[in-house]
């Protein structure tokens, strides 16, 4: 008998409909929970789960302002099936099926047990959050989980592929097993490219400044800001400041030079920073 999202290559049904004839849909990711105006469901099928992402009906209301339209988030989705399909990491749920739909793609993922890192900014300080308890852990914990996260990078970058919009929010971990999942990497660019809307879309916690600035070029440099900035809002306070640093100064070392302002000044690529980080880690 065929698996209603394995052997499936298009449906006539709106994807939730279909979703709930094919299996038990135990979550709904919407505008209630996020303003990319995409809508991902939790399906269990048999003993298995999956994600399944869409983006949305065509005539659901933006989120919110500046959120991308309807057929900029099919691009986006099919921007994230080329991307898994060239960097087939352990860290990224497994990519089964692309399912073509009325309201555009779907998206067959394995289902990533654990939470998303990052929290509301409010809930940020609670030490009952995820994002505290995650930067509670002990130091070693954290470093192979930054570990899992350059290492991923690494293979993007080896293939072409410039980290946009990355943060907390692309981060589940799984606290009982100990596990990294990374989301959510639909921005990604296959090449360098000219920022062209000034102010570009993701956290501020993250962005290197050329992300900031009209006209400014955005490539693998970018991307060694953004890992640098992972290790200091998971491993720190936010700041750069060595005293709160929880790590060895060989990796505060490599962390501050990734974190330059001025992009000559960091390390030339993120091949070169993920050198930087491993020789620092394997000195203690």
Known sequence: MPHPL???????QAPEAYLASAGCVFAVFDHRTQDSGNVAYGVRIGDACYFVKTAGHP???LPRPGSPRHSDRVALLENAVRL?????????????RVIESPDGPMLVY???DGELIRVDAQARNDPASSFQRFRALPVAEILRTLDTVYDLHSELAQAGWIAVDFYDGCLIYDFARRNLSVVDLD??????????VGRMFGSSRFMAPEEFELGARIDGQTTVFTLGRTAV??????T???????GSDALYDAIHRACREDRSQRFESVAAFYAAWRNARSDG
């Open 84 to 96: 898994s399909r060239n960097c087939p990491h352990p860290a990224l749920p497994h990519l089964h």
């Open 233 to 238: 809002v998971l491993l720190s306070d936010g």
């Open 240 to 246: 750069l400041t060595r005293g709160p640093f929880r």
């Open 6 to 12: 394995l052997d499936v290559d298009r449906i006539v």
């Open 59 to 61: 005539d659901d209301p």
């Open 187 to 196: 921005h990604y660019s296959a090449s360098p490219f000219t920022n062209r």
């Open 110 to 112: 394995d289902w990533a």
